[in-house]
C-alpha cells in the first residue's frame, strides 16, 4: 500500500512539473506586450510666444508673417489667432512631413519638434481674432446660401455643417474660419480643387464642385463670420 501511494505521489508530482513547464513555454511564446506609448507633454505656451515671436538665427519668426498675436495683417497670410490647437499642430506636421506643400513652411515647420509645434499652437490658439469684413456686397447672399445651406443640386453641403454656423469650427476636427482673410480662403479652396493641397479629402471633395465665383462669395461671406 505504501508503494502504491509513493508511486501515486511521483506521477502527480510529474504531471504538476509537467504543466508548469508546458504554462512557461506557453508564456514565453507570447510576444512581449507593447511598451505603453510616451505621453506628450503639456503644452507650454510661454515657450510656444519664445518660438513665435523671437527670430532665431539664421531663421524667421511667425510673427513676421502672422503678427505677434497671430492675427495676420496681410492677406496672403492666414490668421492663426484663437484657431484650434489641435488643427495647427497638424498643419504643422503636415508640413513638415510633405504631406501639405509650402515652400515657405517647409523648412519653417521642420526646424520644430513636435513639443515646439504644439507649444506654438496653444500659444497662438489662445489669442483673439480680429473679427474681419465681407467687402463683396454683389456676392455676399450667394456666400451665406452656400455657407448656411449649401448646393442641394449640385451635392455641395452646407459649409456650417463642420464649420458651424458663426464659422467657430468644431474643435480638433474642423478649423475656425470666422474672420479668415477672403484672399487667404480663395487660395485653399483654388488649392483643394485643383489638387495642390492634399492633406484634407473632405475639402478637395466639396471645393471641387464650386466653381471660381461660388468660391469667392463663400470666401468674402466667410471672412465677415464671427
Do not use: W
Request: hydrophobic fraction near 40%; aromatic fraction near 6%.
Amino acid at each position: 500500500m505504501k508503494l502504491f501511494a509513493s508511486i501515486l505521489l511521483a506521477a502527480l508530482m510529474g504531471v504538476a512539473a509537467s504543466t508548469s513547464v508546458a504554462a512557461d513555454d506557453d508564456q514565453a511564446s507570447k510576444p512581449a506586450a507593447a511598451a505603453a506609448p510616451a505621453k506628450a507633454a503639456k503644452p507650454d505656451p510661454a515657450k510656444g510666444d519664445t518660438i513665435f515671436n523671437n527670430t532665431p538665427a539664421n531663421s524667421q519668426s511667425c510673427a513676421s508673417c502672422h503678427n505677434a498675436d497671430g492675427n495676420s495683417a496681410i492677406a496672403a497670410n492666414p490668421k492663426l489667432a484663437q484657431q484650434h490647437p489641435e488643427y495647427i499642430l497638424k498643419q504643422l506636421q503636415d508640413f513638415k512631413s510633405g504631406k501639405r506643400k509650402s515652400a515657405i513652411m517647409k523648412p519653417l515647420a521642420s526646424a520644430l519638434s513636435d513639443e515646439d509645434m504644439r507649444n506654438v499652437a496653444y500659444f497662438v490658439g489662445a489669442k483673439k481674432v480680429k473679427p474681419g469684413f465681407s467687402k463683396e456686397k454683389d456676392l455676399v447672399a450667394l456666400g451665406e446660401k452656400i455657407y448656411r445651406g449649401g448646393i442641394g443640386e449640385r451635392q455641395i453641403p452646407a459649409c456650417a455643417g463642420c464649420h458651424s454656423p458663426n464659422g467657430a469650427g468644431i474643435p480638433a476636427q474642423y478649423p475656425r474660419l470666422g474672420g479668415q482673410h477672403a484672399d487667404y480662403t480663395v487660395v485653399q479652396l483654388n488649392q483643394f480643387r485643383d489638387g495642390a493641397r492634399l492633406n484634407s479629402p473632405q475639402m478637395t471633395g466639396v471645393a471641387a464642385k464650386l466653381n471660381d465665383r461660388e468660391i469667392k462669395a463663400v470666401s468674402d461671406y466667410i471672412a465677415g463670420l464671427r
